[in-house]
Nanobody, 124 residues
Framework: QVQLIESGGGLVQAGGSLRLSCVVS????????MGWFRQAPGKERDFVAA????????QYVESVKGRFTISRDNAKNTVYLQMNSLKPEDTAVYYC?????????????????WGQGTQVTVSS
């Protein structure tokens, strides 16, 4: 059974930083790309970032480029999302997900398993 456990969310002031972690079990972690998505209240879940199975290729939504960094540690079965210069519009529940493919993709349909989410709230 595949499990994804996110952590690291919280309340932060605008301009601050948070680092999200997602520990994965039940799958050969190093074979698959990973992604982060977010869902704000009343909105659909949107793509944020993805990283290939080797960690050498990444994708980001335009609104977070230059502020967020996705990374992974295959020895620890963990994917990270470093979030800097946070803005109130970054407020959302953040989810990590395992991709069905090894390359970084922005297509939600390519992601098969999701975590329970972690809340990020950015105050102005």
């Amino acid at each position: 059974q595949v499990q994804l456990i996110e952590s690291g969310g919280g309340l932060v002031q605008a301009g601050g930083s948070l680092r999200l972690s997602c520990v994965v079990s039940g799958v050969t972690f190093g074979y698959y790309a990973m992604g982060w998505f977010r869902q704000a209240p009343g909105k659909e879940r949107d793509f944020v970032a993805a990283i290939s199975w080797t960690g050498t290729s990444t994708q980001y939504v335009e609104s977070v480029k230059g502020r967020f960094t996705i990374s992974r540690d295959n020895a620890k079965n963990t994917v990270y999302l470093q979030m800097n210069s946070l803005k109130p519009e970054d407020t959302a529940v953040y989810y990590c997900a395992v991709s069905r493919v090894p390359h970084a993709t922005i297509d939600p349909g390519q992601f098969s398993t999701w975590g329970q989410g972690t809340q990020v709230t950015v105050s102005s």
